[in-house]
Structure formats: structure tokens, C-alpha cells
């Protein structure tokens, strides 16, 4: 008999976005999480979870701030589930 699996995993992403650089959680229901900083660029965190989340469904969630929506554009851009806080919310 095969098993079919029948939900995708889901990894959430919060990212605290400044200028320079992004400090990056990672975390499924499995697995508490990863924090990293990496450069300032969608693309990079693109090609980490592609490395090492392929098959997951992706939730991103960062503060809104000088850097504006490019980022949120992207990870949309992605096909990831992209949300942008009020800094006073969280």
C-alpha cells in the first residue's frame, strides 16, 4: 500500500528587516526554529528555502518599516503567503 501524505508542511518565516541586513527565523510544526541574519536580498532567503524547505508552504511575516513593500512584492512574487505588520501590533 502507498501512502499518500495529506497535508503539505508548512514553514513560517518572521523577519526583522533593516537596511543592512535580515534577521531570519525559521520554524515548522516539527521543528522549533532557526535564526540567522543574512543580506538584505528576497532572492538569498528564496534559494535557502528552496535548499532546505522545498516541499513546504511558506508564511512570511515582517514589520513594516523604511524599507517599504519590495520585499513583501517578492515573497508574493514567490507564490509564499506574505504578511506585513504594524510595528505597534506585534
Known sequence: MKTVPTAQPKLYIGIDIH?????VH???DL???????MPPEA??????????F???QVSVA??????????????TGFGWHSIVTNPADI
Open 19 to 23: 537596511k543592512l541586513s535580515w534577521k
Open 26 to 28: 525559521c520554524a515548522t
Open 31 to 37: 521543528f522549533c526554529g532557526k535564526s540567522f541574519s
Open 43 to 52: 532572492k538569498t532567503l528564496y534559494d535557502y528555502v528552496q535548499k532546505n
Open 54 to 56: 522545498k516541499d513546504h
Open 62 to 75: 515582517y514589520e513594516a518599516g523604511c524599507c517599504g513593500y519590495s520585499a513583501h512584492r517578492s515573497f
